[in-house]
């Protein structure tokens, strides 16, 4: 490992040396990455997955898509094949412990 070496040798450029590396991908970070801010995890979903159907870049794909409903997110999500026939909801069968019942939810 350098880093420790770095480190012994040149004490705080260093931490010098780090900063000015993250401070290099701020611009980078703040103009190539999608603003998820307010949207579901299915709509981030939707944004990525058309970014790689249409070959363009997610982030530019997130200020073109406006904010979705979720019938919306349903209906871009089968049309990019993301939901299916098995994503449905289906019935689940519940114990009711205390008087043993047996309900479907």
């Known amino acids: 490992m350098i880093t420790p070496l770095f480190i012994n040798t040149s004490k705080w450029g260093c931490y010098l040396f780090f900063a000015l590396i993250n401070f290099a991908y701020v611009p980078f970070i703040w103009f190539c990455y999608p603003e998820t801010a307010g949207r579901s995890l299915e709509e981030i979903d939707i944004i990525f997955a058309t970014a790689y159907d249409q070959k363009k870049l997610p ?5 073109e898509l406006p904010k979705l409903s979720l019938a919306e997110v349903e209906e871009h999500g089968v049309k990019l094949g993301l939901y299916g026939e098995d994503d449905q909801l289906k019935p689940v069968t519940v114990l009711n412990e205390k008087d043993e019942s047996i309900t479907e939810v």
Do not use: I, K, N, T
């Open 59 to 63: 982030f530019r794909v997130a200020q």
